[in-house]
């Protein structure tokens, strides 16, 4: 804790001091350190909640799924609101670490149609996002296999490798 303090008060007259000698700022401010502690103690809080090992961290970076004895998963199941069509960032997110962990080989994208009434809605929302999920994979270098799967629970599409 004290080791953040310190560093945000650095930081604090740090900015202060190029503000005045830039020209940006005509007096010299005192930092309100009760605000600066208070953001320390914060910092602090905050990064021993997530902490993680050093390995899951490089994990991440390359955009790897930690999974134990090197194994990674077979298949990605991607969930969708009834009408949306767009990738949310924690799907495009998913699928970066998915494919990151795949050689570039072809990759099976199953579509389940949408949980609409009218039946030819439903399968244009799922060949849409079929295709927003092919475009994204072969962006990083997979070519894909699209099919509508109606056996698939509405809303959902599969990635899977191509057999």
Known sequence: MMSALIRAIRFAALTSTVALVS???TTLQTPDLNLITRQAADAEQ????????????L?????????????????LELRFTSRSLELTASQQDALNRYANTRPSQTLQV??????????????SVAVSRCIKV??????????TAISLQPTLEPDQ???SESE
């Open 59 to 75: 994990s991440r970076a390359r955009g790897q799924s930690a999974q134990p004895n090197g194994q990674t998963e077979k298949t």
């Open 110 to 123: 199953d579509c389940a149609p949408s949980a609409t009434s009218d039946p030819v809605t439903a399968a």
């Open 134 to 143: 092919s475009r994204f994979l072969e962006k990083r270098t997979h070519t």
């Open 23 to 25: 020209g940006c700022a």
């Open 157 to 159: 599409i599969r990635v």
């Open 46 to 57: 905050s990064s021993q909640a997530g902490a993680i090992s050093i390995s899951e961290m």
